[in-house]
C-alpha cells in the first residue's frame, strides 16, 4: 500500500518568502506528526495532531511556523517570512493509533533551502 | 546538554563484522527505546523498539537497554553493505507525544 508522502521534494525560497509543505499521511492514521531535521542532526519534534487536533505544539521554533489538518487527513506545515536558519528537511511522521506508543511510518521529507 | 546523545560516527566496517552503536540519556522518565534507519534522502524506518529494560533480538539485530545506566545499544551481526546507513537512537516517556532522536550514527559496510 501507499506510505507517507510528502510535496515538494525540494523547495528553494528566498530569504522573506512564505513557503507550504505538505504531508499525505496513510490512509486511516490517526496520528500525525512534523519533525525538522538539520544537516548532520537527528529529527527534532515540531508538532503533533490527533485526527483534526492539533494536541502538542511545543516544538514550534517560533510563530512564523504554523500547521493545520483540517480534516484529519492531509497536513500542511507553513513557514512565513523564512529565514536561513529554516533550511532543513521537513519530515511527516504517521501513525495508526493515539495515546499510546505506536510505529511512526515516515515520508521522505520536504528539503528546504532557504537563500 | 542534549537529552539524547550519540557519537555521529562516521563507522566503516568490513563485510561481516559486528557492529556495535551507542546513545546515552539524561531523561530516566523515558521508557520506550527505538532505532531507526535512515538511508540518504529518505525519512527514517523502524528497526525495532523495547520498551523499558532488556534485550529484543530480531535477525541479525539485537537491542539492549540498560537503565541504570541510561544506556542503549544496537548490535548488527553479520553486517552487509545494504546496512551501510544513518542509524537513529529515539527515546519517549509513557506520556506525552514527543520522541526525541539522537544525531545519528553513519555507518559504512565495505563489501
Known amino acids: 500500500g501507499a506510505g507517507v508522502s510528502q510535496s515538494p521534494r525540494y523547495k528553494v525560497a528566498k530569504r522573506g518568502q512564505d513557503v507550504a509543505l505538505r504531508c499525505d499521511p496513510i490512509?486511516?492514521?490517526?496520528?500525525l506528526f512534523w519533525y525538522q531535521q538539520a544537516l548532520g542532526q537527528g529529527p527534532e519534534f515540531l508538532t503533533y495532531f490527533q485526527n483534526e487536533a492539533q494536541l502538542d505544539k511545543s516544538g514550534l521554533p517560533s510563530d512564523r511556523f504554523f500547521a493545520e489538518r483540517p480534516e484529519g487527513s492531509v497536513s500542511t506545515l507553513k513557514i512565513q517570512r523564512t529565514q536561513q536558519e529554516d533550511s532543513a528537511v521537513y519530515l511527516c511522521?504517521?501513525?495508526?493509533?493515539?495515546?499510546?506508543?505506536?510505529?511512526?511510518?515516515f515520508g521522505p521529507g520536504t528539503r528546504l533551502t532557504v537563500l | 546538554q542534549k537529552e539524547v546523545e550519540q557519537d555521529p560516527g562516521p563507522l566503516s566496517v568490513p563485510e561481516g563484522a559486528i557492529v556495535s552503536l551507542n546513545c546515552t540519556y539524561s531523561n530516566s522518565a523515558f521508557q520506550y527505546f527505538m532505532w531507526y534507519r535512515q538511508y540518504s534522502r529518505k525519512g527514517p524506518e523502524l528497526l525495532m523498539y523495547?520498551?523499558?529494560?532488556g534485550n529484543k533480538e530480531d535477525g541479525r539485530f539485537t537491542a539492549q537497554v540498560d537503565k541504570s545506566s541510561k544506556y542503549i545499544s544496537l548490535f548488527i551481526r553479520d553486517s552487509q553493505p545494504s546496512d551501510s546507513a544513518t542509524y537513529l537512537c529515539a527515546m519517549k516517556q509513557n506520556t506525552g507525544n514527543q520522541f526525541y532522536f539522537g544525531t545519528g550514527t553513519s555507518l559504512t559496510v565495505i563489501p
Open positions: 511522521a504517521s501513525s495508526l493509533r493515539s495515546g499510546v506508543w505506536d510505529t511512526q511510518y
Open positions: 523495547t520498551y523499558s529494560s
Open positions: 490512509s486511516g492514521h490517526v496520528s
